[in-house]
């Protein structure tokens, strides 16, 4: 039996370089009809970065893209809202000028720290408000700052999906304030227990004598039920090191996202978040975090959670229950306009995770759990059904008369 442990009340955020929850600055530089994307030279970009980069805009029109590559910048193209784009160290060391990175071989330095991973990355907006730089070395990693939707502060440096600085570093003052996140995580989190699957850290201020050593193999244990439901193995799951915090506002700190939304788990790959200790948000997220590592990231969040959701019903029948009466109440939301949606349009409403968990089942049913596992992974849902004599439309027409 799991342990539940209670957070105390009242507690205080630590003491973080304060965040821009309107996000002004973020906001006024995608206000532009036109945004240009500049490349180093001899650099392509890949079709998903661009595909990531034209919806990273989701709360108006979508500004128009257009792409060059350094060299061939124009005097005029300097009134423009220009984004870099690409590894630091391919552009040019004029271009880097007047912002606090450095460009070194295989990487970039900040801070006299050097970051030259693979998985190293950063952002940064020009105080100007016309340029942004979000670059990272290696071409296999996400673009990390979407994920966090970057905007809160104006600097951040990733490695991986933690945040290793964030704050602001030009302020009018001329002073610099930074965030050192290895030093806060290190002096919020006091304990830490080590698993298979897992490296748990928990908090100072959580009662420790509650947070007992075999807690890592109970919750092993769901990694486990989960890859056989899945028909995975368990091989080369890297551990997913989660993070509980006693409170909402200390995880949107750590996270940098502002107060205004309300997140009490997150999930970034292989590290996730949680407020409190609470299971139902940790299995969520893991299922996000084990999806992902063992069958592969679908941008379509109709998908991604709809997928997470189903397998809950392995485990808890009433799950399945409970979501189909949810769906029954609000049938008229399932449409196709739903199932293409982007997060703005998905996530406005909670009852979406139960429409989507009960229709992923639907189409499972249909097609085989493999040939979806495949198309997920590969992001090509709609070609396999079509190859199945099948559509969305008759799909949503078919479940809707049987449920």
Known sequence: MLCIIIPPAGAQVPGFIPMDDSLKAMLHFYDADTILVVLPDDYMIKESDTHALENFVFWKDKPIYTYKHESELQTMDTLKRIQFFGPAYKFSPKTFSDIPFQIIEDGFEFKGRRFCKAQDAFYYMHPSGKRIYTCRNGEDHPLVYIGFLAGAYQLYVFHGNEIIYSGNDALPSGESRLNDMDKLRDNYFCRSINSRYFKLHFPCTFALDSVHDSLGTELDDYVNQLCHHLNMDTTNIQRINTYFYTSREELQYFIAAPLWQTIYGKSFGDINHITGFDLATFKHETGHSIIGAKIGFNPSPFFMEGFRQFTDYFFNEAAYTNDLKAFGDNRKLLTPALISAENVGFFKDM??????????????????????????????????????????????EGFKKVK
């Open 351 to 396: 009852v979406n995770y139960s429409i989507s968990g009960v229709f992923i089942a639907y189409i499972i049913e249909k097609v085989g759990l493999e040939a979806f596992k495949a198309a997920y992974a590969e992001n090509k849902i709609d070609e396999m059904m079509k190859q199945k004599d099948l559509s969305l439309e008759h799909l949503i």
